[in-house]
């Protein structure tokens, strides 16, 4: 499939905005880690849903902007639990935007997020497995 042809996920986006112009740098354009932000926004969320708990970004894997993402512009951001360790767990997470006044949508980055579950005491605890890893 082309990248014209790609369609955004079908489940609902973690994250949802419309760029806006406190998103920009000088020239006007939206900055990339505005988008890294809502990226790990979404990542977190949806780790701290499967932990339990707090859990804390400590890496990112594969980002590359494909597209870019101006004023107005709806942004979508997907994430998905692919796997889980003892206390950590890989999230892949992909940025969408759409035009606001346009029903195509197109990717903008996609990125693999790790995250580690900590407790009170900021170290690692253990998450539960996914259900398929049982």
């Known amino acids: 499939?082309?990248?014209?042809?790609?369609q955004p996920?079908?489940?609902?986006?973690?994250v949802r905005v419309i760029a806006m112009?406190?998103?920009?740098?000088?020239?006007?354009?939206?900055?990339?880690?505005?988008?890294?932000s809502l990226m790990d926004s979404a990542a977190g969320s949806?780790?701290?849903?499967?932990?339990h708990g707090r859990a804390v970004t400590?890496?990112?894997?594969?980002?590359t902007f494909l597209?870019?993402?101006?004023?107005?512009?709806?942004?979508?951001v997907f994430a998905t639990l692919k796997s889980v360790g003892?206390?950590?767990?890989?999230?892949?997470?992909?940025?969408?935007?759409?035009?606001r006044h346009?029903?195509?949508?197109?990717r903008v980055t996609r990125a693999t997020f790790t995250f580690v579950a900590i407790g009170e005491d900021r170290q690692p605890r253990s998450v539960p497995p996914l259900a398929d890893q049982d």
């Open 1 to 6: 499939m082309s990248r014209m042809d790609e």
């Open 9 to 14: 996920p079908a489940d609902h986006p973690a």
């Open 21 to 36: 112009p406190a998103d920009t740098n000088p020239y006007g354009d939206i900055f990339g880690g505005w988008l890294m």
């Open 46 to 51: 949806v780790a701290a849903r499967h932990s």
């Open 58 to 63: 400590i890496a990112v894997e594969g980002m």
């Open 67 to 76: 597209r870019p993402v101006v004023v107005g512009d709806e942004v979508s």
């Open 86 to 99: 003892r206390t950590s767990m890989k999230i892949d997470v992909e940025a969408w935007r759409r035009a």
């Open 102 to 106: 346009d029903d195509r949508s197109y």
